[in-house]
């Protein structure tokens, strides 16, 4: 069996923050610096977009230097290469309507099949012109009138963020109310904060925001984003499966992110979590099963699986059913991936069921073409007797280019 990982890193850069930062910045009064050391397959694609739309985008080691679009977008119709970013796609597509702006959105891989109701019939009640749902490329003309707009809050937390960017631009002012729970709420509290930074006024009283129509997005000069707790959530994990420890530094304990819960639900299997202003460490410990609500923290579902594979008893996971139209079939593919190593997992309508403490043998795991997936098979590997060889690896370029560099600093034996 190979050995445990343990060392240190820094987290790469959030990259929901980063969508983030590039859109109010992009809208904003004035040219704005973002720090941002690190770059993925996502967050090009809407730096791209952005500069489609008639942004200047300006890339260095340190981030980016923003300089805003014109006032009512860019003439003509723009491509907007969307790659298989859903923030992208999702963000972009009601600013498009509340510019005034032609566009034509290319989306790729299974985004073009991800659901885009009930956002679709929003944006084309309240004067957006769509093609059907589905289409590739996907054109969107007319412009956005303000109103009262309603979305299931269960269904995306990104349409939410996408009507939170763009009806502040419009010259009335609307209400966005939300029906049933409200799923990953926690990204839609990092819309807010976003907005917030951007001098953007968004009342919400639980169920519906008030959004004042008119405003300006003002530049701040600077945007700093922070450590990415989802990608983070990985080494952590592996910090759990095993006595050396694991350190991440560049982490906000005190961030918006949601999936900063991971330190407290690796806690509750059992792992150790040591905390300080400038880094967090996870050692492994007596695992134990644990039964989880997915609701708020989807992303970490995949690793947590791992996790549970090692742990003594049963763990089980619910609430995660979205998992299911993400860049995989995510509970599907990660009881593929898990039980042909060799775990007892089986697959719910809505979530998982692993029994664990079983060993693990080790052999072939697809990617399934997900990057969080394949990120899921090599931390799996750290419980296999024999190696673990991933198809299709380089998903991970989508979140996290780097990834096996950096299990390598970590003691992890990979071969690329």
Not at 115 to 126: D, Q, T
Not at 178 to 183: N, V
Request: one cysteine or more; a negative charge; aromatic letters at 6%.
């Amino acid at each position: 069996m190979p050995a445990p990982l343990s060392g240190s890193l820094s987290a790469i850069p959030s990259k929901s923050q980063a969508h983030r930062a590039l859109i109010c910045a992009a809208l904003a009064d004035r040219p704005t610096r973002i720090e941002c050391g690190g770059e993925s397959d996502d967050i090009a694609a809407t730096a791209e977009c952005l500069s489609a739309l008639g942004a200047g985008i300006q890339r260095d080691a340190w981030g980016y230097l923003v300089y805003p679009l014109k006032k009512g977008g860019k003439g003509g119709q723009a491509i907007l290469r969307c790659q298989e970013s859903g923030s992208t796609f999702r963000f972009l597509l009601p600013i498009v309507g509340a510019l005034g702006q032609k566009a034509a959105f290319i989306p790729k891989g299974r985004l073009p099949r991800r659901p885009l109701s009930p956002l679709y019939e929003e944006l084309a009640g309240h004067g957006g012109e769509l093609s059907p749902q589905g289409a590739v490329p996907f054109h969107a003309a007319g412009r956005l009138e303000p109103g009262l707009y309603t979305l299931d809050g269960g269904i995306s937390s990104q349409f939410v963020s996408g009507l939170l960017f763009a009806l502040p631009l419009l010259e009335g002012d609307s209400e966005l109310r939300l029906t049933g729970e409200a799923e990953s709420f926690p990204y839609i509290e990092l819309t807010l904060a976003m907005l917030e930074a951007f001098g953007l006024r968004v009342g919400f009283d639980g169920a519906v925001f008030s959004i004042p129509g008119g405003q300006t997005y003002r530049s701040p000069g600077l945007v700093r984003v922070e450590g990415d707790w989802s990608n983070a959530a990985f080494w952590l994990s592996a910090g759990a499966l095993g006595a050396g420890g694991i350190t991440l530094t560049g982490l906000d304990l005190e961030s918006r992110q949601g999936d900063r819960a991971i330190l407290d639900i690796l806690t509750r299997f059992g792992a150790r979590v040591e905390e300080n202003d400038s880094a967090v460490t996870v050692f492994g410990g007596k695992l134990k099963g644990a039964r989880l609500d997915a609701r708020d923290i989807p992303d970490l579902v995949p690793v947590l699986a791992v996790v549970g594979a090692a742990a003594q008893g049963v763990t089980e996971i619910q609430n995660a059913g979205r998992l299911r139209t993400k860049e995989s079939d995510r509970l599907a593919a990660v009881t593929g991936v898990l039980s042909g190593l060799g775990a007892k997992i089986s697959e719910l309508e809505d979530g998982l069921v692993i029994h664990g403490g079983a060993p693990l043998a080790g052999g072939e795991a697809s990617s399934w073409g997900d990057h969080r997936i394949a990120m899921t098979a090599a931390i799996a590997a750290v419980l296999c007797a024999d190696p673990v060889v991933i198809l299709g690896a380089e998903a991970v370029s989508k979140s996290y280019p780097h990834f096996f560099e950096d299990m390598r600093l970590l003691g992890g034996l990979v071969q690329l």
